[in-house]
């Protein structure tokens, strides 16, 4: 096992990662594979597809960290399923079936570990001054669940998403397809950790959308995984845990069956997050059970998922645009569907960053 001093001295500084200005890599947006031949199928797409849905990104130009706001603001019924044994989640238990809020008017996904919980309170100043928000007499009062991912480890720990950066996501969101990559709250956002940051990869956030029979399901992730990420249409890791070399994928549950052993992992470190929204019209119950199909979408690309160090969350919103019946099976194998193509675009459209190369640099 190596000692404290090496895993440092193998790791990329933070001064380093700060001086060479990683937060605003250039990113770039990728096509993904037709879900199959079905022509009346059209993948690819944003989760701004859904009308009503809108997103807005802040990243911080000082280290690789921000928040992504998907916005409703006419309201639109909501579910959520956190599977990560580690998760960091706001206004989560008002989301279960039997509680009294049936509609939320954002969800806001942040890196910053827990202290990125902050920036929904931004996305709430900014909807009140709007006049969103449920109508209290005495306030309206805007519902704004949260999910956080830790990135602190890439960068100055002490810069992490706040009020104002959430207030700022929301003055730049808008209903055309969000930018992907090193943006948002998946800025700081990397994968394939199980044998320590220095063989890990850069990450970033993605987004997706299926169009089939005049229903839209759209989806956004930030991929921050402990595991690697798969292809699951070749079975074949597209970014994760590197060999010693650095120079290329090692495929990390391969190597673990192999008996190669694990370095002390720090529990929280890790966490994938994010939404899935429909255009039909959802119960409570039913989005949150399209949620909990929508990690399916995960298990397909993410080798291991849902661990002891991570935050596994994902939340579904439905905006009830289409005239369309819903039909909660196919909603939630399109939500899953949209999720793998999410997470696929994430690591793709990711830059590389001093010590964390990208999918498109191996």
């Given at each position: 096992?190596?000692?404290?001093?090496?895993?440092?001295?193998?790791?990329?500084?933070?001064?380093?990662i700060l001086r060479a200005g990683l937060a605003t890599a250039c990113l770039g947006l990728l096509d993904s594979d037709a879900l199959s031949s079905n022509p009346d199928v059209k993948s690819a797409g944003s989760i701004t597809d859904v009308a009503g849905v809108k997103v807005g990104h802040f990243t911080d130009t000082r280290r690789p960290t921000g928040c992504t706001v998907i916005l409703t603001e006419e309201g639109a019924f909501a579910g959520v399923d956190v599977r990560g044994a580690a998760p960091g989640t706001r206004d989560t238990d008002l989301l279960n079936p039997v509680n009294s809020v049936q509609t939320v008017h954002g969800i806001m996904l942040a890196g910053g570990s827990a202290f990125g919980l902050d920036a929904a309170t931004g996305a709430m100043r900014y909807l009140e001054e709007h006049r969103i928000g449920f109508d209290m007499r005495v306030a309206r009062v805007p519902i704004v669940?949260?999910?956080?991912?830790?990135?602190?480890?890439?960068?100055?720990?002490?810069?992490?998403?706040?009020?104002?950066?959430?207030?700022?996501?929301?003055?730049?969101?808008?209903?055309?397809?969000?930018?992907?990559?090193?943006?948002?709250?998946?800025?700081?956002?990397?994968?394939?950790?199980?044998?320590?940051?220095?063989?890990?990869?850069?990450?970033?956030?993605?987004?997706?959308?299926?169009?089939?029979?005049?229903?839209?399901?759209?989806?956004?992730v930030a991929v921050n995984a402990i595991g690697d990420v798969f292809d699951p249409s070749t079975g074949k890791p597209v970014?994760?845990?590197?060999?010693?070399?650095?120079?290329?994928?090692?495929?990390?549950?391969?190597?673990?069956?192999?008996?190669?052993?694990?370095?002390?992992?720090?529990?929280?470190?890790?966490?994938?997050?994010g939404v899935v929204a429909t255009d039909v019209l959802l119960t409570k119950a039913q989005a949150s059970k399209v949620a909990q199909m929508a990690h399916d979408g995960l298990a397909r690309t993410i080798n291991p998922v849902h661990t002891a160090f991570d935050g596994d969350t994902i939340f579904a919103l439905a905006t009830g645009k289409s005239s369309k019946p819903a039909n909660l099976t196919l909603i939630g194998a399109l939500a899953a569907e949209a999720v793998a193509q999410a997470v696929l675009r994430a690591v793709r459209a990711a830059r590389g960053i001093p010590g964390l190369p990208a999918a498109a640099e191996l």
């Open positions: 096992m190596a000692s404290k001093r090496e895993q440092v001295q193998s790791q990329p500084s933070r001064r380093e669940p949260a999910a956080i991912l830790f990135d602190l480890g890439v960068g100055d720990a002490r810069i992490r998403p706040d009020a104002e950066a959430g207030y700022k996501a929301c003055k730049a969101a808008a209903a055309t397809a969000p930018a992907e990559g090193n943006v948002g709250a998946g800025a700081g956002a990397t994968v394939g950790k199980l044998f320590g940051m220095a063989r890990a990869m850069k990450s970033g956030i993605g987004t997706a959308a299926i169009k089939l029979d005049g229903v839209t399901v759209g989806a956004i970014a994760g845990a590197r060999t010693t070399d650095g120079k290329s994928l090692v495929n990390a549950m391969a190597a673990i069956l192999r008996g190669e052993p694990l370095p002390p992992s720090l529990a929280g470190a890790a966490t994938t997050i």
